[in-house]
Structure formats: C-alpha cells, structure tokens
C-alpha cells in the first residue's frame, strides 16, 4: 500500500471526528455486544444443559434392557451393589447412583397426576443426582429413613394436587407380582427447580420405601453415572456397554435426543447471534461511509481530476474504515471480556422474568461464557464486516464523474 | 499513444471541437465548431458571456470531459483515442489544474498538498519534498508550508493550487476563473504570480475570467460567444 494514501486515509479520520465517534463507537458496541450476546447465550445453554444433566439425565445411566418398555418393577439390574461397586473405582467415573424407579399416580383428595417415582437413597447417597435435587428444596425436609413413607414432591404438582408441607398423599402402581399397589406418603419437602415439567411430573421417595411397596428387596433399576466431561460420556457407555453385554448402557446423547440437539446446535446458534449483530454493524458503517463520501463530492472529484486514479481512490476511503474500526474493535472486544469475566463470575439474575424461562426449562441465573475461539471470531467478522461495508462507499466515490463534481464548485 | 515528434507539436490544438448537453431531450449547444491553437509559453485569457462555453472548452482540452464532435491534441495526442485510465495518467502527468475553489485537500498542510500530486507520478519522497518547498517558495508561500487549507486566505489557497498545478511538470495549466472568488489585491498577486512563472518556468497558462483586470494582463484573449471564437487577439502587456 502506498504510503502517502495511507497516510491521507488517516487523516481523513479525523476530519470530522464526531462522525468518525459514531463509527468507532458503532464498531465497538457491535463487538461488545456480539460477544456478550455470544457469551450470554453461550451461559445460558450451558446452564440449560447443565442443569438438566444434572438434575435428570446424568451422564450414562444403566438399566435393565427391557425395563424402560413398561416400567415393570421386576426388570431390575441384577446385582445391583456389585456393580456399583465396580463403577465407583473405575477411574472415568466420577459420580453414581442407584435408584429404583416406579411410574403411576399420585393422588390428593382433591386430584391425582401421572409421576416417575425415584426412590433413592437420600441419607447416604452424596452423588449429584441427590444433591440437584437436595438444592433445589424449597419448604420442608428431606425424608428421613427412620420415619416411613415421606416424600418429596415438586412445588407443581403440590399446586396441582392441593398439596402442602405434611399433607398426605397416595401413590400407586404396579408391584413386583404385576399387581396394584398403593401407599400413603407424607410430604416431607417441596422443591422448585427450574424446570416445570420436573416440578410436576417427578416425586422422590426413600429407596427402601419404594422398593418395600415393590415387594422387592434391594431393588435398583437405573444406575447414573456422572462424569467430568460431557463429550467423553459415549466413550464410557460404549465401554461399560461392552464389559455388560445384558444390560443397557445408554449416553445422555441417546436419553435426551433434545439436549443432545442443543449441545450440537450450539455452535451454530452462536455464530447466527454473531451474524445477527455483524449485519446490523455493517448497514450502520456503510451509513456513516456513505455519508462521508457524499459529503466529499467535490474534493473527490478534484483528486480524480487532478489525476488520482481509481485504485487510489478506492483504497483511501476503504482505508479510512480499517482505521477506524481497527480502534473500535480491540476496545470492545476488551470491554465484551471483561463483562463476560465480571458477569460470568457474578452471574445474571434473571429471576424477575423466571417463570417464562422455567417453562422452557432455563435458570434464572445465567452466568456468561465464552471460549477464546469465539473471541477470535468476532474479532474476524468485524474486520470483515468492516472490510464489506467500506465496499459500498469506496464504490461510490468511484462512480463520481469529476466534470459533473467539478461543474458543483463553481 | 498516438503521439508524433510531441516536443515540436502545438502543445494544444483542436480541430472543430463541437459539445452538445442532452442531446435527447433539450440540446445545449455549448460549443459550435471551435479551432484553436496554443504554443509552448503562452498566458491566455478565454472570455466571453456567461454560458459562451468557456468550461467546457477547458474541460475538453483538460480531458475532463468528451467533445460530442471534432478533435483536441495535446502535444499531438488525441486525447479522445484514450481509455479512461489512460486519461487519468494523462492528466496526472501532462496537465495542471487551477480550480475555482476546493483545489486542496483539507486535511493536508499546503507542503502536503504539493507532494501528494508528484507522490502520486511516483516520484522520490525527498524530490517531492524538496520540488514542493521550492514551488511553494516561488508563489510567496514559505511561511505558510505546514499550514493548512483553512489557516490559509482564499489568494493563499490559490497560490498553493497554482505550486501544485505545476508541481507534476505539466504541458500547460488550465485555470477555470482562477480568481472569481478572489478580492483585488490577491487577484493582483495571483495573476503577478502566474505571470511569472509564466515567464521563468516558460509554463504554459490557459484560463477563463470575466474579470477585465485579469484580461488585462493576458498576451492573448480569446473570446467565445455562443460557442463560437469570436475573436482571438495577441497584445503586449507591461509585465508589473
Ligand atoms: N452538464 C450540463 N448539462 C447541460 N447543459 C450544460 C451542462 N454544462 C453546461 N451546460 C450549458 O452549456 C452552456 C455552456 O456552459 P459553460 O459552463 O461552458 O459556459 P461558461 O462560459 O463557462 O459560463 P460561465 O461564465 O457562467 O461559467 C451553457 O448554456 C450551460 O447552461
Ligand atoms: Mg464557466
């Protein structure tokens, strides 16, 4: 590049510099808000995912292969302890839990509702299955394993059935002989979490309560693994697929297809928040350019009559935008970090909007966060945003025709 | 370029130069059918009425624009036989330019504006310079070399357009009413000015006025009355 066009693209900058403000700083709020919507949106997928991995998918969960089809109590794992055992010194396990599962209904005087049970054993069981669960608790207790029959019930479902602390309630299903069965429960806690659909459709109980209503002993029916990597989990399942050749190993890939969706799809999602923002920085650029080209008409004109010819012409307005948006860009881009650092450590309370976003499954807090490649990235797209923009204007100055530019002079 | 023996050639000649505007819907005859001829070393006034075509005679011999008929040389070049770009190099390189007003670039100091025209033939950095300060040394301007465009009086503009104009070592400079926005005394400098270099560089000058001072200190008036040359006089002038 030539060195004296450089020099005059810089000035040009300058020129107007209330203009040249607008610019900079539309460029720096487009890189400020591309990141933090990234990272924002990135925060809360994480949470979404997190939170529904923890609180119901796991990571890799093991069940008898035919049990999933009914429910029907007796497809327990066989084994069970032994198993779990093994699991916990197996070096890529970080967290398990064995629960025994029943679905039927729960009754209130006043309404009865379809619910999983998960019996679990909420005393000695430390893993992230109980302690989810345990966080969210609202009202009340955990159930005791020396008072009988207590359960915990989302705050949903308490609506649903007209329920309170200490109310009783029935559930029913079906026992290890196929035949109906029913117990009296006693509410013991209610929790809320930020899912509806769990708050309804979920209840947990003792282990030992269940499983006695059961008619079985010592039954589990669903181990959960936990792991500390998410894409490493079907590694893990195919593995203990293989040394459990008559169980079913399954990933939260194939449990919940629709977090699996998420989790895919997040990539892409974040590059079309970025693409978003970068469209709407490229129209006010190629505003503010075209405005000071238009403005320029008749010193634009002189040049090309003098004799400046159009390859020049063309790199000194492109190059009054790189300089302008190489100052925007890394000042927002140091500001788009340090909002993601403060919020992504301080989180975003989302609480006065919560009960939308429960409907959907999402916290109320989101914490921001954004890896260093997506950084990278935008930093790309506004220097190619900025790049496309300057094209129009740059263009346009070429369409002048200087007779006509010149006739305006005088 | 077709260009034959150039340096013995008239540095502009122009053979029934004709210029019709909107030839579709209402014509403007601007030019009807204008031979002339200019040699190396003249200080020539182009008059006439407003609306006699007088910018757009200079236009066309500056390559600015297209006459609709006949032909302008420049040095024997047919400067309608050339592409666009080749027009652009040709007026970057054989032809100096004075506007009305907006001669510079605003951003610029007046040393600036004087390097940019020779930076842009490519010419060394410390020749550009070093040209520039001399130029704008010759037009009165050595104090003024770091000053810009708005620091500088309408006449100091002027001179600064005029040490830029010759700056690419032109053929001729043409000068479409150099001094319409100028007040009498830098008129007077102006025109002291040009003459000068007229007579020192042997520099070419070809301009318009209706200003009958400036008239006055032209070698030779040509006059235009509806695109036409109505007269063309020589007449000696005391030079001061
Ligand atoms: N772009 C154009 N389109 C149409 N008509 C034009 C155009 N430019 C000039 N004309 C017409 O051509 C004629 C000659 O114009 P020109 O500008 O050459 O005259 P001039 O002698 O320079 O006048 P002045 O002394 O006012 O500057 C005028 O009638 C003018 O209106
Ligand atoms: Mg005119």
Redesign the pocket.
């Known amino acids: 590049m030539l060195k004296y066009i450089l020099k005059l693209g810089w000035k040009n900058v300058w020129r107007n510099p209330t203009r040249s403000g607008v610019v900079i700083i539309t460029v720096l709020l487009g890189t400020w808000a591309g990141i933090f919507a990234t990272g924002f949106f990135n925060g809360m997928l994480n949470d979404y995912i997190k939170g529904q991995i923890n609180l119901t998918v796991g990571h890799v969960q093991i069940m008898y292969p035919e049990f999933e089809d009914l429910y029907n109590p007796n497809y327990a794992i066989p084994n069970a302890e032994n198993l779990i055992r093994t699991l916990q010194v197996n070096p890529d396990v970080d967290e398990v839990s064995g629960k025994s599962v029943a679905t039927g209904l729960a009754q209130s005087a006043r309404n009865s509702f379809g619910v999983t049970i998960w019996g679990m054993d909420i005393e000695n069981d430390t893993s992230v299955s109980v302690r989810s669960i345990k966080g969210y608790l609202e009202e009340g207790d955990f159930p005791e394993a020396e008072n009988r029959n207590q359960i915990l019930i989302g705050d949903d479902l308490a609506e649903r059935l007209g329920l309170e602390l200490r109310s009783r309630m029935v559930l029913s299903f079906q026992d290890v002989s196929g035949d109906l069965t029913a117990g009296a429960f006693r509410v013991a806690g209610i929790f809320d979490s930020f899912d509806s659909r769990f708050d309804e459709n979920f209840v947990v109980v003792n282990k030992a309560d269940l499983n006695r209503i059961l008619g079985g002993k010592n039954l589990t029916h669903n181990i959960r693994i936990d792991t500390d990597d998410l894409m490493t989990a079907g590694v893990l399942a195919e593995q203990l697929q293989d040394s459990n050749p008559d169980l079913e190993v399954k990933s939260w890939r194939e449990i919940a297809p629709d977090l699996r969706y998420v989790f895919d799809m997040q990539d892409l999602s974040l590059y079309l928040v970025m693409i978003i923002i970068i469209i709407g920085l490229i129209f006010s650029i190629i505003n503010t350019m075209l405005m000071a080209v238009m403005e320029r008409t008749r010193e634009l004109g002189m040049l090309r009559a003098i004799g400046m010819n159009k390859s020049r012409t063309f790199s000194m307005v492109m190059l009054e935008t790189v300089f302008l948006t190489l100052v925007g860009s890394p000042v927002g881009l140091l500001l788009g970090w340090l909002t993601i650092t403060y919020f992504g450590a301080s989180g975003i309370d989302l609480s006065a909007f919560s009960e939308g976003l429960e409907g959907w499954g999402f916290t109320t807090m989101i914490y921001p966060s954004l890896a260093l490649k997506y950084y990278l990235n935008i930093v790309l797209f506004v220097a190619v945003a900025a790049l496309i923009s300057a094209l129009y204007p740059a263009w346009r100055a070429l369409q002048l025709r200087p ?2 530019a010149i ?1 305006k002079f ?1 | 370029m077709p260009t034959q023996n150039g340096n013995n050639m008239s540095v502009i000649r122009t053979e029934g130069l004709t ?1 019709v ?2 030839p579709d819907q209402v014509p ?4 009807n059918g204008v031979d002339l001829t200019i040699e190396k070393g003249e200080f020539t006034a ?1 008059v ?12 066309i011999i500056g390559g600015l624009d297209e006459p609709t008929g006949g032909k302008a040389f420049i040095r024997g070049t047919d400067i309608s036989t050339l592409s666009d770009r080749e027009l652009i190099n040709f007026r970057l390189n054989h032809i100096g330019f004075v506007f009305q007003s907006f001669n510079l670039i605003p951003v610029l100091t007046a040393l600036e504006n004087v390097s940019f025209i020779m930076q842009m033939q490519g010419r060394p950095a410390k020749e550009c310079r070093e040209k520039s300060i001399e130029l704008l040394e010759e037009v009165g301007l050595k104090d003024k070399i770091n000053k810009r465009p708005s620091e500088l009086s309408g006449g100091q503009q002027q001179r600064v357009a005029v040490a830029r104009a010759l700056a690419s070592k032109p053929d001729f400079v043409l000068a ?2 150099p001094t319409a926005n100028l007040d009498s005394v830098s008129t007077a400098e102006l025109l002291d000015m040009m003459a000068e270099l007229n007579e020192v560089e042997d520099m070419t000058f070809i301009f ?1 006025t ?1 200003d009958q001072r400036v008239i006055d200190r032209a070698r030779r008036v040509i006059t ?1 009355v509806d ?1 036409k040359i109505d007269s063309d006089e020589e007449r000696t002038v005391d030079s001061g």
């Open positions: 007779v006509e006739r005088n | 210029k505007y909107n403007v005859h601007a030019l182009i006439g009425p407003s609306g006699s075509g007088k910018t757009t005679l200079l236009n479409d009413e318009s209706h235009l695109g």
